[in-house]
Structures are given as structure tokens and as C-alpha cells.
């Protein structure tokens, strides 16, 4: 079995800053891409930013120059690093690994969620 635990949620004053990191463990043949996406109530699923294992990444226009994805490939970890936040950017984030894991022996990719962890930007 496969799971991504997500930390580093909470409260934050506007212009401030917060991280969050995500551990993939368990049975894990290979981790493709990582990425973190968001939530807001009444809203879609947002992506946000995404890591490929060769290191590419890609951030939506609402996060670009505020928000930076890293990686820990020996530890199957991904971060996200945000600075200058905005009362809109309060949502539930979660983490989301392509990776490739195996059953019975068998080989097979497939996307991996975290369970999701709640940042409200307020003062």
C-alpha cells in the first residue's frame, strides 16, 4: 500500500509565509511527478504546482513568484514553500504523487492523493 501524509497546514496572517511537506511511503517502485493542489469551499480542485523526478517544474498564474515546489527524491518528499499569502489563498491542500507502485509482483502506475491539510490565511 501506498500513502502521502501531508503536515505543515494552520493559520497565518496576511504576507506571511508557510511550508508544507508531504511523505509518499510504502510500496513504491518509482515517483514520477508531485504536486500540490488546492480546494476552497465551493470551488474546484486548483492546481497549483508540480515537480517532475528530472526536477521541471510548472505554477498556476495565482501562485507564480509567491510559491515554490521542492523535492527530496531519497525521501520521497515534496514541498511547498508560500510566501506573500493572500486570504484567498485559504483552501485545503493536498499533495499528489504519479507514481509507479507494484501488486503480487506486478508493476503498475497510477496518481496518489494526501488525505488534504487546511491553511487559512486571516488576521
Known amino acids: 500500500q501506498v500513502q502521502l501524509v501531508e503536515s505543515g497546514g494552520g493559520l497565518v496572517q496576511p504576507g506571511g509565509s508557510l511550508s508544507l511537506s508531504c511523505a509518499a511511503s510504502?510500496?513504491?517502485?518509482?515517483?514520477?511527478?508531485m504536486g500540490w493542489y488546492r480546494q476552497a469551499p465551493g470551488k474546484q480542485r486548483e492546481l497549483l504546482a508540480t515537480?517532475?523526478?528530472?526536477?521541471?517544474?510548472k505554477y498556476a498564474d495565482s501562485v507564480k513568484g509567491r510559491f515554490s515546489i521542492f523535492r527530496d527524491n531519497a525521501k520521497n518528499t515534496v514541498y511547498l514553500e508560500m510566501n506573500s499569502l493572500k486570504p484567498e489563498d485559504t483552501a485545503v491542500y493536498y499533495c499528489?504523487?504519479?507514481?509507479?507502485?507494484?501488486?503480487?509482483?506486478?508493476?503498475?502506475?497510477?496518481?496518489?492523493w494526501g488525505q488534504g491539510t487546511q491553511v487559512t490565511v486571516s488576521s
Open positions: 510504502g510500496s513504491i517502485f518509482s515517483i514520477y511527478a
Open positions: 515537480m517532475s523526478s528530472d526536477g521541471n517544474t
Open positions: 499528489n504523487a504519479d507514481l509507479e507502485t507494484y501488486y503480487s509482483g506486478t508493476p503498475f502506475r497510477r496518481d496518489y
